[in-house]
């Protein structure tokens, strides 16, 4: 009896085993249940594909990741006729033919290679029922009250027919050869509002394609934000949250057969050109592409040509003339900022254009001697782009193709590119009609300038070198000899100053400007005209480790949004520090109502205030060569130059910290009404105390008020609490400053209100870095909704804040913070 049943048991197994792996060759029609799993190989008859739709149109499984490579593979969905993939589980990570996917008992479907999973629909513990496959090309994972995931909500670069596709999703194209991707989203528009928007991943991202500037589609409603779209029979249709059709984009037109018929499925895929193309995935047939493409015009995406060409209409590319030299027509900048080559700004050929400018917001309007400093100033700046008709400005970071504008829509847009300024960029004389003889005289002339004016400079510099001579002092002590040798080894230096210049330019210091931290500002002039703030260190006993401090950190920093350093003195026991003079001083002089007689700022020039000074922050954090704490922002230190662009003072005693550290305790103290929460607690202080200083000040600028002003109701005393309370009632826009005039469809009031209550959570790991700020401002990223875990805590903050207040609420001083914690040290301010 023993023997009988073990021969039956092992009989069962085998069955069990035998009939495993019959099924593991046959498909799995519709739905998938729990305790599946499987891998390329158990499905290699079936072309991997293990999943089909009712009506066999789509099929989900292993692909391979190119035709050229068998042994890396893609979970995805296909259509299986045109074998077209629309959708992909594992795009950037490819796995074996070995790697399972798994769709457990617990209801969570994953991908796993070399014992880790590559991706999940993290649907564990939640019910799931089974997995099926939708024949519009949807895959699901089922619950008993409906869908708990899907791919449709998932898209990588392609959209279905019936997919609809709503505020946060984002199509991104495969990378080309340049490593480029692109991006399709719904973000807020430039005129505010929100819009369907084509953009390129630089960095910032730019946008070159807008469904709102679209002429090809059609208008069915006035007025209204988009929140969303689909393709429905042959036109891709755009809704707002009511779901009321706003606009129509026909797809079908020329594009083969088909196109009326409702039942035709339609992809619309983002290809690493830029481009959106349209296809009819015909059932049992292959794809046929329409001929409407987004954009129209291959100048209209970033890259059709090489960066720096000029993309002629029908993709004709012409280097500019400024780099016909360069046999790659690049002006060959490398890491501008780390570089100590001389720069200047070469013209572009006329009527040239650039596909961001109608895309986004100018980085500020200006004239065109201040927009080509600001490109000078700033040492990542690439490109500038002047409107010589609206004075508007925008500098890029980096640079695509150029564009030709065409006869009947000439660009009044002036370009700079900067270049090396001894030519090597690309600049190079041009020969006359005589070819080779004009250019050899051209080149003598160039060298009899050039040793004319090096004679010159010589004697200059020997008569200078003599002259300071004679006026130095007398033998400097020990002390003083060691900081010069530390000052002298620092590169990159300001210009140093005597005494005696100094004294000279400020009328022997007669006009104070304000009183700094550690010592006083005055405004000077310098001998060729240009006027500077030089702040007067008093105390030097304490002073010459800030100075030190100061004039190393901020010596070798150069960008538009932060204040420069024009030059230093170092002479016996004086310390001094000349800054470029801010002729309209700090913000809180512009945005409070008591301000003194101060014209009042509209929201178009405080916009572009607080996007400035967030870009100087996200430097100071992103892009030194070692990170840099601010640890002291408020109005007072964001100071605003003729034209109202903002600039970041302040920052010399700030916390240097490596790349590779987070967090850092420093010995620097803030102001009150402004320090992040984790000041007054056991946490370490670190960049994202910045974000929360930014924020306090980002709601002062919306408000025109300051935080805590104990003349207000108790409701609204303390400002950020009021804002969190203001949010919980969705009546965020009483919030903004009732003096100010602005467009109710202006999605930027609602989104910077929005930012900044993202930057005051409480949780710091929840505040957003600064470079996501700018991104969020300009309306390259979603807002979300800001979380409300931090309404309590500031409730609790705003106590502590009351009670160590002044009457004055938010003071301008520096919070005590001589504790075992933070140790003390002096603040040094910037020029006011």
């Known amino acids: 009896m023993g023997i009988q049943s073990s021969v039956v048991t092992v009989l069962w197994v085998w069955s069990a085993l035998a009939w495993q792996r019959l099924c593991s060759g046959s498909y799995q029609r519709y739905n998938i249940s729990p305790g599946f799993q499987g891998s390329q190989m158990d499905w290699i008859d079936n072309g991997g594909i293990f999943l089909l739709s009712n009506s066999s149109n789509f099929g989900f499984g292993f692909v391979t990741n190119s035709p050229a490579d068998t042994t890396a593979f893609l979970l995805a969905v296909i259509h299986q006729s045109s074998t077209t993939i629309v959708w992909t589980a594992n795009r950037d990570s490819p796995v074996a033919h070995s790697d399972d996917f798994v769709f457990d008992t617990d209801g969570n479907a994953y991908l796993r290679s070399s014992g880790a999973a590559v991706w999940s629909t993290n649907t564990s513990g939640q019910g799931a029922t089974g997995m099926l496959l939708q024949d519009s090309g949807n895959l699901v994972v089922l619950g008993s009250a409906g869908p708990l995931w899907q791919s449709f909500s998932h898209p990588t670069d392609t959209l279905l027919s019936g997919q609809t596709f709503v505020e946060g999703m984002v199509l991104v194209s495969k990378p080309n050869a340049q490593n480029l991707s692109y991006h399709l989203g719904i973000v807020s528009g430039s005129s505010g509002g929100s819009d369907l928007m084509l953009y390129v991943d630089f960095q910032p991202p730019q946008p070159y394609w807008s469904m709102q500037q679209e002429n090809r589609k059609i208008d069915n409603k006035i007025g209204g934000d988009l929140h969303s779209g689909a393709l429905v029979s042959n036109s891709w249709n755009f809704y707002d949250q009511k779901g009321s059709l706003l606009w129509q984009f026909v797809i079908g037109v020329g594009g083969g057969g088909g196109e009326s018929d409702a039942n035709v499925t339609w992809a619309a895929v983002l290809g690493n050109d830029g481009f959106i193309s349209f296809y009819s995935l015909q059932s049992g047939g292959p794809s046929i592409p329409s001929s409407i493409k987004i954009p129209r015009d291959s100048c209209d995406t970033p890259e059709p040509c090489s960066p720096y060409y000029i993309c002629y209409s029908g993709t004709r590319c012409q280097c500019p003339a400024v780099l016909s030299s360069d046999p790659n027509c690049n002006p060959n900048i490398v890491s501008p900022c780390s570089s100590n080559t001389a720069y200047t700004l070469a013209s572009v050929d006329d009527g040239v254009g650039y596909f961001a400018t109608n895309f986004i917001s100018p980085s500020f309007k200006v004239n065109l001697t201040g927009c080509k400093e600001a490109c000078m100033g700033n040492c990542s700046c690439l490109a500038l782009f002047f ?157 010459k480790k800030e100075f030190r401090a100061e004039v190393s950190i901020i010596g070798s920093i150069h960008h538009i949004h932060l204040v420069k350093l024009r030059g230093f003195c170092a002479e016996g026991t004086h310390r001094l520090l000349a800054y470029e003079y801010m002729a309209k001083g700090s913000l809180d002089r512009w945005i409070f109502q008591n301000n003194n007689g101060h014209g009042q700022l509209d929201w178009d020039q405080r916009f572009s205030i607080a996007v400035g000074t967030a870009k100087g922050l996200a430097y100071l954090h992103e892009d030194c060569d070692s990170k840099i704490v601010h640890c002291d922002i408020k109005p007072e230190n964001v100071l605003l130059d003729d034209n109202f662009l903002s600039k970041v003072s302040d920052f010399g005693l700030a916390k240097l910290m490596t790349r590779e550290q987070s967090h850092v305790f420093t010995t620097l103290r803030g102001t009150r009404g402004y320090l992040a929460p984790e000041w007054i607690t056991s946490y370490a202080i670190s960049e994202k105390s910045d974000v929360y200083s930014f924020g306090m000040v980002l709601l002062e600028i919306i408000g025109g008020r300051k935080n805590f002003d104990p003349s207000e109701s108790s409701e609204k005393a303390h400002f950020p609490s009021y804002a969190f309370k203001k949010l919980e009632e969705g009546r965020l826009k009483e919030i903004f400053d009732d003096r100010l005039k602005y467009d109710d469809k202006d999605g930027r009031v609602e989104a910077t209100i929005k930012v900044a209550l993202w930057c005051i959570q409480e949780d710091l790991s929840l505040r957003p870095s600064m470079t996501k700020v700018v991104q969020m401002l300009e309306g390259l990223s979603d807002v979300p909704q800001p979380p409300m875990s931090s309404q309590v805590g500031f409730r609790l903050y705003a106590n502590v804040f009351k009670s160590t207040s002044t009457e004055e609420g938010t003071s301008s001083g520096p919070s005590d913070c001589n504790s075992d914690a933070f140790l003390s040290a002096v603040r040094l301010s910037g020029p006011r």
């Open 387 to 543: 409107d010589d008709s609206s004075r508007n400005c925008f500098l890029f970071d980096q640079i695509g193709s150029f564009r030709q504008q065409s006869a009947s829509n000439k660009s009044t847009y002036l370009s700079y590119i900067k270049i090396a300024s001894n030519g090597s960029g690309g600049l190079s004389p041009v020969q006359d009609g005589n070819g080779s003889s004009g250019g050899k005289h051209f080149v003598i002339i160039i060298i009899i300038c050039l040793v004319t004016a090096s004679v010159i400079a010589a004697l200059i510099y020997f008569a200078i070198r003599i002259h300071r001579r004679k006026r130095l002092p007398a033998e400097p002590s020990q002390g003083s000899s060691e900081e010069d040798n530390f000052l002298e080894s620092i590169s990159g230096m300001p210009i140093r100053f005597s005494y005696r210049e100094l004294q000279t330019a400020t009328d022997n210091f007669s006009v104070k400007l304000g009183q700094g931290g550690f010592g006083s500002v005055y405004l000077g002039k310098l001998p060729d005209g240009t006027q500077v703030a030089v702040k007067k260190l008093e105390g030097i006993g304490q002073g």
